[in-house]
């Protein structure tokens, strides 16, 4: 039995205080009661927080790693999540800085089915950046998202993936959409020979998750988009661990924003878009790209691309994948700032190109290779 | 059919930065490319954001009311929340004030089931504060957990809660748990006559949902707990929507931290913790009172209490319910500031009452009674 073992930076006026509060996290984050009234026994000498480490980090702030015992957590990426930071999000002054699971939970969330060497085996592209056009936007009917796919497609696209907010609305329902995305991907590989991997996003309500999830596999989505920050990392890791099921996951960062703008407050970048995808079975992490219309720094993003590939992270390496503001004539600068194993976003720019939006694909393919 | 309105505090450092950024928003949250390559025709003129009022508020922010189509909402909760703020939620400097959803998203969201009125009924409780003890601490066995139930009948209490961390750990199985509790409850109405409401705590993973919800249903809790920022505000309107069900929710804030502590960015107090959880379904919404371990102010507070009973909001009026830090000793001071409308959360200091927790139950209803 190892124990998972969170790393805190804690704001304080003093060392007395941030003990103080490391403390209060220990108990807040199990027992939930004060000290005075937690059994005595194994409730309080395995069960209640541990303080590991604590040291001062920088001016007004310390850092604590406090460990918690498995049984807190059971087999629930939910409940982990909850002894992680439940409580202690709400509280002003305390970021989570770093999540080690340990061996325990490792083997009870064992992460990606796919992971990098997964999902470029199934694209079957085997080096270089994976491109991944977005079919938008939301209002187009199936067809018209359809005839994208299929320029895509022709274009050697390696994923098409459909945009976070198409749902299931009215104007392209789930169902009708996926099949003829499906259908166009078809057309497109009987003329070229390949096609390219196919997220659909997965909508609610929660009544129709299931149904949805087996609708899309039976017409030919290759894989499937969920928003962790609207509907839990819980139905990132259902749909990883399903074994007849075996899609792959991409998950996209929907109102994950309440953990990041808030420097004093929330989860670093690399815990909330590395660890935790990895941990909840995603093999492609969405995150805002520097440079783009989000305020992520360069730093940020590197932090965040870094976690999805720790070979010492839990579960296998997955792919990040930059969405926003990426266009061709980035490709060099963000080629030499992520590398190879990344899948590149392409949205709002591409469809600038019309019905050249299968050149403008190549062109990126040709601009990641040269800059390779 | 009418439009889900949005306001949003912007910071920016000039009038047209933040008319940019409000435009930013609009496009955004709907059609997510830049403005030059949106369809014309309807997407054009009804599904990307509509920026209806624009003022200042403030040194460096201004106000806007952004309107959105409902077709854009779909009938998803989570997509609605999509639509509210996904992808801004991750930029800087912009917080939502207000979210009216309008007739159209009304009708779609009725709400809760049971609602002030509702939970009322149920309990018997028709005047007063309700008093809801919580079962825990984590690591105690169903036995134990049980018996604290039992002696929180015998003393009146209008509720018992399981805490939100209980999950489906080994010290205290969830079914085993539920089995437990309930028989000791239906034991106590044998001496008594009176049955408190008995929210268990309902835990994932994802797959065991509906079998989970299915038992406690059948084992004899009559009322749920979930965590929408740990499974999403689509399991809460899953649960609401259940005729056959029919079994009242309390929304525990687990992990929405990130929301509240980021003044600049997240959301108001009321949105998150009273519209949102309004239009999921929720009867009862949890939040950390003022003066306890939270840094709550008690204007934020009042706020969600405000609302969760105001007449106007989305669905019946709800219970907020504060907890953390009280005790029979703030029963006053609590009363004062809250009204009656409210399920007050007894949870560590009653513990320390031992085996005479039913008479501390016993001097909080006297407390409020005299308080009244």
Redesign the interface.
């Known amino acids: 039995m190892s124990r998972l073992r969170v790393t805190y930076r804690i704001r304080a006026g003093g060392e007395a205080e941030a003990r103080a509060r490391a403390e209060?996290i220990a108990y807040?984050?199990?027992?939930?009661?004060?000290p005075?009234?937690?059994?005595p026994g194994?409730?309080r000498d395995e069960?209640v927080g541990r303080i590991e480490e604590m040291g001062p980090d920088g001016e007004g702030a310390w850092r604590a790693v406090i460990s918690y015992h498995p049984?807190?957590?059971?087999?629930?990426?939910?409940?982990l999540?909850?002894?992680v930071?439940?409580?202690?999000?709400?509280?002003?002054g305390i970021r989570v800085l770093a999540v080690e699971p340990g061996e325990t939970l490792r083997a009870r969330h064992p992460g990606a089915r796919f992971g990098i060497e997964g999902v470029r085996r199934l694209t079957g592209r085997l080096r270089g950046g994976l491109i991944a056009p977005v079919l938008?936007?939301?209002?187009?009917d199936p067809g018209a998202l359809a005839e994208i796919a299929w320029r895509c497609a022709l274009g050697g696209a390696d994923i098409v993936k459909e945009?976070?907010?198409l749902?299931?609305?009215?104007?392209a329902p789930f169902r009708a959409r996926v099949e003829a995305i499906s259908a166009a991907l078809d057309r497109a590989e009987a003329e070229t020979g390949r096609r390219p991997l196919y997220f659909a996003t997965l909508?609610?309500?929660?009544?129709r998750i299931e149904d949805n999830i087996a609708f899309a596999k039976a017409a030919g989505a290759t894989g499937l988009l969920v928003?962790p920050?609207?509907?839990?990392f819980?139905?990132s890791?259902?749909i990883a661990?399903d074994d007849r099921l075996a899609l792959p996951v991409m998950a996209h960062?929907?109102?994950?924003?309440?953990?990041?703008?808030?420097p004093?407050?929330?989860m670093d970048h690399g815990v909330i878009y590395g660890t935790l995808q990895r941990l909840s079975g995603a093999d492609i992490s969405v995150f805002?790209n520097v440079g783009g219309?989000?305020?992520?720094t360069a730093e940020e993003c590197r932090s965040i691309a870094a976690a999805c590939r720790d070979p010492e992270g839990p579960g296998q390496p997955i792919l990040p994948s930059p969405g926003g503001g990426m266009s061709v004539d980035r490709a060099g600068e963000m080629r030499a700032m992520y590398g190879d194993d990344v899948v590149y976003l392409l949205?709002?720019?591409l469809?600038?190109a019309g019905e050249r939006i299968g050149e403008e694909i190549a062109r990126m393919r040709a601009a990641l290779d040269a800059a390779g």
Chains 1, 2 share one sequence.
Not at 203 to 207: I, K, L, R
């Open positions: 209060g807040e984050q199990t027992v939930e009661v004060p005075d009234v937690v059994p194994r409730i069960i049984d807190s957590c059971g087999d629930d990426i939910a409940q999540l909850n002894v930071f439940g409580n202690s999000s709400m509280q002003r938008k936007p939301q209002g187009l945009d976070h907010g749902g299931d609305l009215p104007s909508p609610g309500p929660w009544e928003m920050g609207l509907m839990s819980a139905l890791a259902r661990r960062p929907s109102l994950t924003g309440g953990f990041v703008t808030d004093a407050g929330g805002p219309r989000f305020g992520f949205g709002g720019s469809l600038r």
